[in-house]
């Protein structure tokens, strides 16, 4: 006989927490299995129309690394309403939120660029690759959400230009030093995000978009003719889209969703285990 399972608490038992080099959960596929995503060693492309579920994905992500001890989060939302309900969790981090200010995402990127080099060379010295859990180093996690804020919209041509060149060369170096981009825009057409800088991205989510042409775009070239096409994702279910991985072929999959309250009760939790403050910082805050 079995015995009866304890009830489950309504707030969050303490426990020994994750790591970031964990996988990562992000929902479930088409035959409801468990979709999880190696967040390290890879960055995120989160693409498609207003409404297809973009920043909940990345609420996901977000979630699930500030439960993690080795995150250190640089956090970037032009409308604050996503990523600002996570500010005092990631004061209490040691790391960064940058608004609609340019100025401020320009400084926060080019000091992470130092970092970069430095970690380089830390690696170089140690006649290494890449960086292992067991070097307990933090792993910077840079969430930007609205790309296209930054690069076409605020700040003259010159700030844009530096930024995605800053985001190319982060995204292109930054996933040996534990340093992964996550990055959400709508249609990410050329003048947004070159096909060059998208290549970079190892993964890669298209939610719902307006043509073919656009789930082209976000996946990769002759995918909607092949059939996955994130054009036939029905409006009526947000928050479904195809991911691709590196070399691999599309998926669909149903990303988790966490209500306000859940990220509200998150925030909560993860502020108040920081409470002490972090030991080892990283001076991030610009
Ligand atoms: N995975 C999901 N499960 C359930 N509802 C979702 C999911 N993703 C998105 N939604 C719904 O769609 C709305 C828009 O999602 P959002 O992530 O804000 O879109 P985007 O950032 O792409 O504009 C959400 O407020 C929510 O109501
Ligand atoms: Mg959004």
């Known amino acids: 006989m079995h015995a009866a399972l304890p009830e489950l608490p309504d707030t969050i038992p303490v426990a020994p927490s994750m790591s970031m080099f964990d996988p990562v959960f992000i929902g479930i596929d088409e035959f409801g299995n468990p979709v999880y995503l190696d967040l390290v060693y890879h960055n995120l492309l989160d693409a498609g129309e207003p409404g297809g579920g973009k920043s909940v994905l990345i609420q996901n992500l977000v979630g699930h690394a500030f439960l993690c001890h080795d995150f250190t989060p640089v956090l970037l939302d032009p409308k604050w309403v996503e990523l600002g309900m996570w500010m005092e969790a990631a004061e209490a981090t040691g790391g960064v939120f940058v608004g609609p200010d340019i100025d401020k995402g320009l400084r926060v990127l080019r000091r992470l660029q130092k970092v970069m080099d430095r970690r380089y060379s830390w690696l ?20 930007i959400d609205e790309l296209a804020y930054y690069t076409a919209t605020i700040g003259t041509p010159e700030q844009q230009k530096e930024f995605i060149a800053l985001v190319r060369d982060l995204v292109a170096r930054g996933r040996a030093c534990a340093m992964p981009v996550i990055a959400a825009t709508q249609r990410p057409s ?30 990769g070239h002759g995918w909607a003719s092949a059939g996955f096409n994130a054009q036939a994702i029905s409006p009526e279910t947000p928050g479904v889209f195809y991911l691709i991985a590196e070399g691999g072929i599309p998926h669909l999959v149903k990303a988790a969703y966490l209500t306000d309250a859940q990220i509200h009760q998150l925030v909560d939790y993860v502020t108040w285990i920081r409470r002490n403050g972090d030991p080892h910082p990283i001076q991030l805050a610009a």
């Open 124 to 143: 170089l010295a140690h006649g290494r690759r890449k960086f292992l859990p067991s070097d307990l180093i933090k792993v910077i996690g840079i969430f």
């Open 190 to 219: 050329v003048d947004i995000i070159p096909t060059s800088l998208r290549d970079l991205f190892g993964y890669r989510a298209a939610f719902r978009c307006t043509t073919p042409n656009s789930s082209d775009i976000i996946l």
